[in-house]
């Protein structure tokens, strides 16, 4: 039985009817067509889904979408405004803090999250902040330096 | 240093990633696209006493079910591309038939209109197993026990003896023999995007297209025309993003074969996006080897022999380069080091495990652990500095081209600048000092290091399965935009940065003028692929070779329009200029000329009288009007280059490594880690 929700993704309004079991990941990718937000382990290990759902970091494998009615929901199609990029985004850019990209969406969600909550993030800060997001390709090195470019901007924004 | 090589440039690729805009196959949504499940084996080792699909079948949303028996004789084995002297290749069928020799191996696929519905109906089908004793060690199995593959009679898929020099003659001499087992832990690669197929197949025109998550399009274009029984002109492959690979996607697996074939069968679109505990299960696996280690050296620290006599766990199949990967091991077991005589005894064993293959180095890091674990344990047994035994086996920096016992040339090193540069910055001597005074203090610090040689630059087609080469096309179109077509296939490398760094260099245009493309065996000339650290060094080498080539056209058809001789030309800054080469000559310099703006959409009319340069930009123009082209030259401006590696690369370098351990916990925090590496050419220093 098919269950009616009302959704805001990135300021946009949604009105759907889904199967109660959908996963709010595939809501996103397979209904809205919002492919930004990946599935890397379906099990909230790896955090490459990482959305902000009422401004707070969730991995969207493991939430389902009809929990999420009458939320905001933020994804990575979001972040920019007006055409320029999040800090957070320029960071990675600038920083080198991405390679193959999978893990990127959800790194710079749950990045912004956490220098919402900490603008000065110390390099143990981020670490530990972003410990639920996995990446296999940089060594979180760059990653690190990405966020602190992102923190220090924002700062002069 | 160029204008864009040698510069930290940011990737041209990552505003698409940042933006959550780019493609991964999971991405690509096509109508009516039907998806894969597979039904797995639970088991490692169990005869498939029957399978029931009439519930699946049933189920809503369901299209079809395959099992072994559907695809046995249609469907071509996964293929193994390692020859080695009477190696058993096992009959690797994309779908499991009479037993299941894996936890993880494939017994039937689920096509359903949605993936929610295709999983449910998988639910339903139910196997019968009857179990069998489990092959998991590959010391004991190589001995005796249970036979995975009947028809071999035992577990063991070959053995192989490598290496040069009197080993025997060289333990002998040794004032001392060390001994020491090593043991490589199996591991599961884990790129964060598992696999996944999507493939169309197109009956009117007899097209299929796949779109695959893999490091190499054009090989598996090739190995799945064989497989499916179509031609592979008939086949195109598509990479899309690709995230992540680490080895694990330079291979051919069979759930790649199955989605193409059966699209061919219901010629509709179908996709598989691997679950990560299918990635984890049925994805190649890395290392998993366990050996011994036997070193003989004089009591002065210098070593006369190295003997490592090794079990490779295979797991239950080969897959494209299974056995090939402990030759690897093999090949570097001389590390930064004169070794007179080295010998590998390898004996390849079959395990109720998935396949073992490359991985982040492939068998390399295993000989560079087991070269490096014997330094440590000779220094020790001489009560020798680590540093200093190193120190004392290093060939000289003249001493290259360095031949190893291992049948390697070494092109060039300079082993003892490293490892200098390592202990200076990581101020060796005090951290020797402060970790006797903190062990006083009864803490655990423990001071590691490794001074290694890497084999890149895979690599020279004799010595490489099927063609080491790159390739490469560089075409200026008609608007002067320049486009690179690479065989290499970056996913994550960050080529299309550094490739149009090259290009743009070498032809002097715009970096934003170039594209680089890749991946798709449509659009991409015959490439080899992304793997081994090769596709800077060959693919990179292949597009500067291609560029020099499409420049000899560039000038002649300068000369021509200039009317001077080619010789006669300078060429900078993109441009050719037949008075600056003149006014190099004299000194005197003159004034660009300006070329005038095309009307928007329209293309400009290349005024040529009287002209004193031109841009290479402008001659692309000028060849594909080809109203002014010098007799019997080819309208067009596009190169195509194959380059053929005559060696491999050997880069060294240096790490040192401090942790403490503490005491209770066990816990191992990082104080300090020192890395030098030989990176040869920077073409960006911001990926490098």
Same mark, same amino acid.
């Given at each position: 039985?098919?269950?009616?929700?009302?959704?805001?993704?990135? $300021?946009?309004?949604?009105?759907?009817?889904?199967?109660?079991?959908?996963?709010?990941?595939?809501?996103?990718?397979?209904?809205?067509?919002?492919?930004?937000?990946?599935?890397?382990?379906?099990?909230?290990?790896?955090?490459?889904?990482?959305?902000?759902?009422?401004?707070?970091?969730?991995?969207?494998?493991?939430?389902?979408?009809?929990?999420?009615?009458?939320?905001?929901?933020?994804?990575?199609?979001?972040?920019?405004?007006?055409?320029?990029?999040?800090?957070?985004?320029? $960071?990675?850019?600038?920083?080198?803090?991405?390679?193959?990209?999978?893990?990127?969406?959800?790194?710079?969600?749950?990045?912004?999250?956490?220098?919402?909550?900490?603008?000065?993030?110390?390099?143990?800060?981020?670490?530990?902040?972003?410990? $639920?997001?996995?990446?296999?390709?940089?060594?979180?090195?760059?990653?690190?330096?990405?966020?602190?470019?992102?923190?220090?901007?924002?700062?002069?924004? | 240093?160029?204008?864009?090589?040698?510069?930290?440039?940011?990737?041209?690729?990552?505003?698409?990633?940042?933006?959550?805009?780019?493609?991964?196959?999971?991405?690509?949504?096509?109508?009516?696209?039907?998806?894969?499940?597979?039904?797995?084996?639970?088991?490692?080792? +169990?005869?498939?006493?029957?399978?029931?699909?009439?519930?699946?079948?049933?189920?809503?949303?369901?299209?079809?079910?395959?099992? =072994?028996?559907?695809?046995?004789?249609?469907?071509?084995?996964?293929?193994?591309?390692?020859?080695?002297?009477?190696?058993?290749?096992?009959?690797?069928?994309?779908? +499991?038939?009479?037993?299941?020799?894996?936890?993880?191996?494939?017994?039937?696929?689920?096509?359903?209109?949605?993936?929610?519905?295709?999983?449910?109906?998988?639910?339903?089908?139910?196997?019968?197993?009857?179990?069998?004793?489990?092959?998991?060690?590959?010391?004991?199995?190589?001995?005796?026990?249970?036979?995975?593959?009947?028809?071999?009679?035992? /577990?063991?898929?070959?053995?192989?003896?490598?290496?040069?020099?009197?080993?025997?003659?060289?333990?002998?001499?040794?004032?001392?023999?060390?001994?020491?087992?090593?043991?490589?832990?199996?591991?599961?690669?884990?790129?964060?995007?598992?696999?996944?197929?999507?493939?169309?197949?197109?009956?009117?025109?007899?097209?299929?297209?796949?779109?695959?998550?893999?490091?190499?399009?054009?090989?598996?274009?090739? #190995?799945?025309?064989?497989?499916?029984?179509?031609?592979?002109?008939?086949?195109?492959?598509?990479?899309?993003?690709?995230?992540?690979?680490?080895?694990?996607?330079? /291979?051919?697996?069979?759930?790649?074969?199955?989605?193409?074939?059966?699209?061919?069968?219901?010629?509709?679109?179908?996709?598989?996006?691997?679950?990560?505990?299918?990635?984890?299960?049925?994805?190649?696996? =890395?290392?998993? #080897?366990?050996?011994?280690?036997?070193?003989?050296?004089?009591?002065?620290?210098?070593?006369?022999?190295?003997?490592?006599?090794?079990?490779?766990?295979?797991?239950?199949?080969?897959?494209?380069?299974?056995?090939?990967?402990?030759?690897?091991?093999?090949?570097?077991?001389?590390?930064?080091?004169?070794?007179?005589?080295?010998?590998?005894?390898?004996?390849?064993?079959?395990?109720?495990?998935?396949?073992?293959?490359?991985?982040?180095?492939?068998?390399?890091?295993?000989?560079?652990?087991?070269?490096?674990? *014997?330094?440590?344990?000779?220094?020790?047994?001489?009560?020798?500095?680590?540093?200093?035994?190193?120190?004392?086996?290093?060939? +000289?920096?003249?001493?290259?081209?360095?031949?190893?016992?291992?049948?390697?040339?070494?092109?060039?090193?300079?082993?003892?600048?490293?490892?200098?540069?390592?202990?200076?910055?990581?101020?060796?001597?005090?951290?020797?000092?402060?970790?006797?005074?903190?062990?006083?203090?009864?803490?655990?610090?423990?001071?590691?290091?490794?001074?290694?040689?890497?084999?890149?630059?895979?690599?020279?087609?004799?010595?490489?399965?099927?063609?080491?080469?790159?390739?490469?096309?560089?075409?200026?179109?008609?608007?002067?935009?320049?486009?690179?077509?690479?065989? *290499?296939?970056?996913?994550? #490398?960050?080529?299309?940065?550094?490739?149009? #760094?090259?290009?743009?260099?070498?032809?002097?245009?715009?970096?934003?003028?170039?594209?680089?493309?890749? =991946? !798709?065996?449509?659009?991409?000339?015959?490439?080899?692929?992304?793997?081994?650290?090769?596709?800077?060094?060959?693919?990179?080498?292949?597009?500067?070779?291609?560029?020099?080539?499409?420049?000899?056209? +560039? *000038?002649?058809?300068?000369?021509?329009?200039?009317?001077?001789?080619?010789?006669?030309?300078?060429?900078?800054?993109?441009?050719?200029?037949?008075?600056?080469?003149?006014?190099?000559?004299?000194?005197?310099?003159?004034? !660009?000329?300006?070329?005038?703006?095309?009307?928007?959409?329209?293309?400009?009319?290349?005024?040529?009288?009287?002209?004193?340069?031109?841009?290479?930009?402008?001659?692309?123009?000028?060849?594909?009007?080809?109203?002014?082209?010098?007799?019997?030259?080819?309208?067009?401006?596009?190169?195509?280059?194959?380059?053929?590696?005559? /060696?491999?690369?050997?880069?060294?370098?240096?790490?040192?490594?401090?942790?403490?351990?503490?005491?209770?916990?066990?816990?191992?925090?990082?104080?300090?880690?020192?890395?030098?590496?030989?990176? =040869?050419?920077?073409?960006?220093?911001?990926?490098?």
């Amino acid at each position: 039985m098919n269950q009616a929700i009302s959704i805001s993704v990135n $300021g946009v309004d949604h009105h759907d009817e889904v199967e109660p079991r959908l996963l709010l990941v595939h809501y996103l990718r397979e209904l809205l067509g919002l492919t930004g937000t990946h599935v890397g382990c379906e099990t909230s290990i790896c955090g490459a889904c990482t959305i902000l759902v009422d401004g707070q970091a969730v991995k969207s494998c493991t939430m389902f979408a009809v929990q999420a009615d009458g939320a905001n929901i933020t994804t990575i199609e979001g972040l920019a405004t007006n055409g320029s990029l999040h800090p957070m985004q320029e $960071g990675f850019w600038e920083q080198h803090g991405l390679q193959c990209g999978y893990c990127t969406p959800g790194m710079i969600i749950a990045a912004t999250q956490l220098i919402d909550r900490n603008p000065n993030p110390s390099r143990e800060e981020i670490r530990h902040g972003l410990e $639920g997001n996995l990446c296999r390709c940089t060594g979180y090195q760059h990653i690190v330096e990405a966020v602190e470019y992102a923190a220090k901007k924002k700062a002069e924004l | 240093m160029g204008k864009y090589v040698g510069q930290r440039i940011k990737r041209t690729e990552d505003p698409r990633l940042i933006k959550g805009l780019a493609h991964y196959v999971d991405d690509i949504r096509l109508p009516d696209t039907l998806h894969v499940v597979f039904v797995r084996s639970i088991y490692a080792h +169990a005869r498939i006493t029957g399978i029931d699909v009439t519930e699946a079948v049933k189920s809503p949303g369901v299209v079809a079910v395959y099992t =072994g028996k559907d695809i046995a004789t249609t469907v071509g084995p996964v293929p193994c591309a390692a020859a080695l002297p009477d190696l058993k290749v096992p009959d690797y069928r994309v779908l +499991a038939t009479g037993k299941a020799l894996f936890v993880g191996h494939p017994i039937a696929a689920v096509v359903a209109k949605d993936r929610y519905a295709a999983r449910d109906a998988a639910d339903l089908i139910s196997v019968d197993y009857e179990e069998l004793p489990v092959v998991v060690d590959v010391e004991a199995s190589a001995k005796g026990g249970p036979v995975i593959h009947e028809k071999f009679g035992n /577990n063991i898929a070959y053995t192989l003896t490598s290496g040069e020099g009197d080993i025997d003659a060289a333990l002998k001499a040794a004032d001392r023999i060390v001994t020491q087992r090593m043991v490589h832990q199996r591991l599961a690669p884990v790129a964060m995007e598992g696999r996944g197929v999507l493939a169309r197949y197109f009956p009117g025109e007899e097209e299929l297209t796949v779109w695959s998550s893999t490091q190499i399009p054009h090989l598996l274009r090739t #190995q799945l025309a064989l497989m499916i029984g179509i031609p592979e002109n008939k086949l195109r492959v598509i990479t899309p993003e690709v995230g992540g690979g680490f080895g694990s996607k330079l /291979n051919v697996y069979a759930e790649e074969a199955l989605l193409g074939w059966i699209s061919i069968q219901l010629c509709k679109p179908v996709k598989w996006i691997e679950t990560r505990r299918e990635n984890m299960q049925a994805t190649i696996h =890395g290392r998993a #080897q366990v050996g011994t280690v036997e070193v003989g050296c004089r009591n002065d620290g210098i070593l006369t022999g190295l003997r490592y006599n090794v079990f490779a766990d295979l797991g239950a199949y080969h897959q494209l380069l299974t056995p090939a990967i402990p030759t690897l091991t093999g090949l570097m077991l001389s590390g930064a080091y004169r070794i007179p005589a080295i010998q590998m005894n390898v004996t390849g064993v079959f395990t109720n495990k998935m396949s073992t293959d490359a991985y982040r180095g492939a068998g390399r890091p295993e000989a560079t652990y087991v070269v490096e674990r *014997a330094m440590d344990i000779v220094a020790a047994e001489l009560k020798m500095d680590p540093v200093e035994v190193r120190r004392k086996n290093f060939p +000289a920096k003249t001493e290259f081209p360095f031949h190893t016992a291992t049948g390697l040339d070494y092109d060039s090193g300079d082993y003892e600048a490293a490892l200098d540069k390592a202990l200076d910055l990581s101020g060796y001597q005090k951290l020797r000092q402060e970790q006797t005074k903190a062990r006083a203090e009864g803490k655990l610090i423990g001071i590691g290091m490794s001074s290694y040689v890497e084999i890149c630059a895979l690599g020279p087609s004799q010595a490489m399965p099927a063609g080491g080469w790159e390739s490469a096309t560089v075409r200026i179109e008609p608007t002067g935009k320049v486009t690179v077509m690479t065989g *290499a296939s970056p996913h994550g #490398q960050g080529q299309e940065t550094s490739f149009a #760094q090259i290009a743009a260099d070498e032809l002097g245009v715009d970096l934003h003028d170039v594209t680089v493309i890749h =991946g !798709d065996t449509a659009i991409v000339q015959y490439g080899i692929g992304t793997f081994g650290s090769r596709a800077t060094a060959v693919g990179g080498t292949a597009v500067l070779i291609a560029i020099q080539k499409l420049k000899e056209k +560039a *000038a002649k058809i300068a000369a021509h329009i200039l009317q001077c001789e080619a010789s006669g030309l300078a060429f900078e800054g993109g441009r050719y200029s037949k008075q600056r080469a003149a006014a190099a000559a004299t000194g005197v310099s003159e004034p !660009d000329v300006a070329v005038g703006e095309a009307p928007a959409g329209a293309l400009p009319e290349p005024d040529t009288e009287g002209r004193s340069t031109l841009t290479i930009q402008e001659i692309a123009l000028i060849a594909h009007i080809a109203k002014e082209l010098p007799p019997d030259t080819e309208p067009g401006l596009s190169a195509t280059y194959f380059f053929e590696p005559k /060696n491999f690369t050997f880069p060294f370098g240096t790490h040192i490594c401090v942790v403490e351990i503490d005491k209770e916990t066990g816990e191992t925090t990082f104080l300090r880690y020192v890395a030098v590496d030989d990176c =040869g050419k920077v073409i960006n220093p911001l990926l490098v």
